[in-house]
């Protein structure tokens, strides 16, 4: 069993940048392809990105140019930088790992003046 925990959300203003960080309880996170996801109050959960185990990186055309995801496998780690964010990027973000179905708690982002 995976366990995925989320940190770095927060209230930022537009414009501004956030990193976020996702931890798995796993040793093998190495050979995961990981996924990040957002859910926004009263819509469905939609993917943002993802990383592969070799590094290969894919976006949504909501974020393509100002998100970058990256993996830190020796702390089993994934990041979600954010930059120019905008009020439309305020959601609660995700981490997911498909191979074990596996989905971290959450974190919220805020983009407000």
């Known amino acids: 069993q995976v366990q995925l925990v989320e940190s770095g959300g927060g209230l930022v203003q537009p414009g501004g940048s956030l990193r976020l960080s996702c931890a798995a309880s796993?040793?093998?996170?190495?050979?995961?392809?990981m996924s990040w996801y957002r859910q926004a109050p009263g819509k469905q959960r939609e993917w943002v990105g993802g990383?592969?185990?070799?590094?290969?990186?894919t976006y949504a055309d909501s974020v393509k140019g100002r998100f970058t995801i990256s993996r830190e496998n020796a702390k089993n780690t994934v990041y979600l930088q954010m930059n120019s964010l905008k009020p439309e990027d305020t959601a609660t973000y995700y981490c997911?790992?498909?191979?074990?179905?596996?989905w971290g708690q959450g974190t919220q982002v805020t983009v407000s003046s």
């Open positions: 990383i592969t185990s070799g590094g290969t990186t």
């Open positions: 796993t040793t093998i996170f190495s050979i995961f392809a």
């Open positions: 997911y790992a498909p191979a074990r179905g596996a």
